[in-house]
């Protein structure tokens, strides 16, 4: 079946820490990728989105990610963390042959950035 | 420039009550996006509106839920009625284009049932 998959549902780690989220997805056509957001309280946000072109996106907030398309991985990483990158993070992708755009999600990690 | 926005934030109700969830899109947003978070679970698509027409629906769960969406601007789902199974989090989402666009969520709602 076709799926995403993160890798880890909880990491916890200190401040100045670097953070990688690994992300694989399971369908053989062109993909979108995406990684949102959800900060405690808010609403999913996008962090940064692959469409074409150059692998290694940058997003807001200092994140970046590197689509590697012979391993359908496209892992979110940040060099340092911040107290305030405690959130929520869901890897993402549309099938652009898939109908209409829809959002296939991972389950989701869940980040805790210790002071 | 106001996102979306959707209400309730919250609702409690009883095993085979009718609750009805509200999405208004950003202006000018032809798509209008239904997801659902059961807890413990990845958020899945329920179904995608482009105007007022619904284009893809395979993700609802049932014939329980129905959606709509008034002259192509905010839209509902209504779930009657309601089994606990249904309990979770809605996110509506809407975006211009449909392809290589980004879908801007709204806070969702959290709907409980007892």
């Known amino acids: 079946a076709q799926s995403v998959s993160q890798h880890n549902h909880h990491v916890i780690l200190s401040e100045a820490a670097s953070l990688e989220l690994g992300c694989n997805y399971s369908?053989?056509?062109?993909?979108?990728l995406f990684w949102y957001v959800q900060y405690p309280g808010q609403h999913l946000q996008l962090l940064l989105k692959?469409?074409?072109?150059?692998?290694l996106v940058k997003g807001i907030k200092g994140f970046e990610a590197e689509f590697i398309k012979s391993k359908f991985s496209f892992n979110l990483r940040k060099p340092s963390v911040q107290w305030s990158d405690t959130a929520e993070y869901f890897c993402?992708?549309?099938?652009?042959?898939?109908?209409?755009?829809?959002?296939?999600f991972g389950a989701g990690t869940q980040v805790v950035v210790t002071p | 420039e106001a996102g979306v926005t959707q209400f309730p934030s919250h609702s409690v109700i009883e095993k085979g009550q009718t609750v009805t969830l509200r999405c208004d899109p950003i202006?000018?947003?032809?798509?209008l996006y239904w997801y659902r978070r059961v807890m413990g679970k990845e958020i899945k698509f329920l179904l995608h509106?482009?105007?007022?027409?619904?284009?893809?629906e395979s993700g609802m769960p049932n014939n329980r839920f129905l959606a709509e969406r008034t002259g192509g601007t905010y839209s509902t789902l209504k779930v009657q009625p309601a089994e606990l199974e249904d309990s979770g989090v809605y996110f509506c989402?809407?975006?211009?284009?449909?392809?290589?666009?980004?879908?801007?969520f709204g806070p969702g709602t959290r709907l409980t049932v007892l």
């Open positions: 993402a992708v549309t099938l652009i042959t898939d109908s209409w755009g829809k959002l296939q």
């Open positions: 692959y469409f074409s072109g150059d692998p």
């Open positions: 202006s000018g947003h032809d798509n």
């Open positions: 369908y053989g056509g062109t993909v979108n």
């Open positions: 989402a809407s975006s211009q284009e449909v392809f290589a666009d980004t879908q801007y």
């Open positions: 509106f482009v105007k007022e027409s619904k284009q893809d």
